[in-house]
């Protein structure tokens, strides 16, 4: 088993509706990451935990919000979705003792119509 | 702020040598660390260089520079399983704070 997961892998759905991505791990990582990527403009760090009780925004947290319900899950959630957050979004764990390795989801590719 | 620059393409012919270089602008800066995307895929950690010189894993090695402010990923004995985006990526104050991608380089190996 991967681990790392993302669920829904795929999704598209419509201008203003509300959409949530789960991410769950089981490398018991204390560090969790939701990117961003668009073609040619990299990984953009949406938001970041480092531990249950810490949530902190990132580059481009405007219009995303975020949920550490346990160590283990991470879940990111659009409001109201708008056509420019159509892309691929990846969730990502490091350990506190190896912050330079992160491990990557398989991603969810997302459409919003 | 900071900044990381990393050319956007880069073609190289199979067997040969090829080298992905990344020049960065940031405060506190700890270390360099590289990434490797297959398109569909998600990002793999390929290396990390915390002090100055060359790491090596195989066919690939990694260099860094602190004074010049420069790192590179080198690949050798290129195969067309390469061919993928590679990704340096800094990290910043002790590794208190998240890692910083470059944009990427997607590298094309042909026959």
């Known amino acids: 088993d991967a681990d790392v997961t993302q669920t829904p892998r795929n999704r598209i759905t419509k201008t203003g509706k509300r959409i949530m991505l789960e991410c769950s791990q089981t490398k018991g990582h204390d560090r969790m990451y939701w990117y961003r990527q668009d073609p040619g403009l990299g990984l953009q760090l949406i938001y970041y935990?480092?531990?249950?009780?810490?949530?902190n925004k990132g580059e481009i947290s405007d219009g995303y919000s975020v949920s550490r319900q346990a160590q283990a899950k991470f879940s990111l959630s659009l409001e109201s979705a708008i056509p420019n957050q159509t892309a691929l979004y990846f969730c990502?764990?490091?350990?506190?003792?190896?912050?330079?390795?992160?491990?990557f989801g398989p991603g969810t590719r997302l459409t919003v119509l | 702020g900071q900044s990381l620059e990393q050319p956007s393409e880069v073609t190289a012919v199979e067997g040969a040598i090829v080298q992905i270089n990344c020049t960065y602008q940031t405060s506190g800066f700890y270390g360099l660390s590289w990434y490797q995307q297959h398109d569909g895929g998600a990002p793999t950690f390929l290396s990390y260089n915390g002090l100055d010189g060359l790491e090596e894993t195989g066919r690939f090695s990694s260099f860094l520079s602190r004074s010049d402010s420069y790192g590179y990923l080198l690949l050798q004995e290129l195969q067309m399983k390469d061919s993928a985006s590679y990704f340096c990526a800094v990290s910043r104050n002790s590794g208190n704070t998240p890692l910083v991608f470059g944009k990427g380089t997607r590298l094309s190996v042909i026959a």
């Open positions: 935990s480092f531990d249950v009780k810490d949530i």
């Open positions: 990502a764990t490091s350990d506190l003792r190896d912050t330079d390795t992160q491990y």
